[in-house]
């Protein structure tokens, strides 16, 4: 399962991931097939300015972080990984919507409870 540990809300939007790693997901749920850390970087590199090195450092969370799938490819450079989205984005989307919802219904309890079911009552009246 996906590990979110972290959510950050602001004025915008809600931020699970850094704007990087958000970037890298994005290219990687585009593709059907997996792609190299260098790949990755030549499409990054025309949008902003990041390093080859960062990018496959972002790669190596989001694997510890279970966001995306690595398997080991042998060319001609030798050995490199060979990376793909572990869920679609929609699925991704879900898991950050389940585990933010219980984590308030953990922290806040019947508080919480008691206002998704207003929240949910009065929106389907509308």
Known sequence: MVKVDCIRFNEKSVAVLSPLENDV??????KDSGMRVRDIYQIL?????????????????????KI??????????????????SCSKSDFEHTVVEKTVNRLIDKFGPVAVTYFNERFSKRGKK
């Open 25 to 30: 997901l994005r290219i990687l749920w585009k």
């Open 45 to 65: 590199k025309k949008k902003r300015k990041v390093a080859l090195t960062s990018v496959a450092v972002i790669l190596d969370r989001l694997h510890e972080k």
């Open 68 to 85: 995306v799938v690595r398997k080991i490819e042998f060319g001609l450079g030798g050995e490199h990984y060979i990376y793909c989205s």
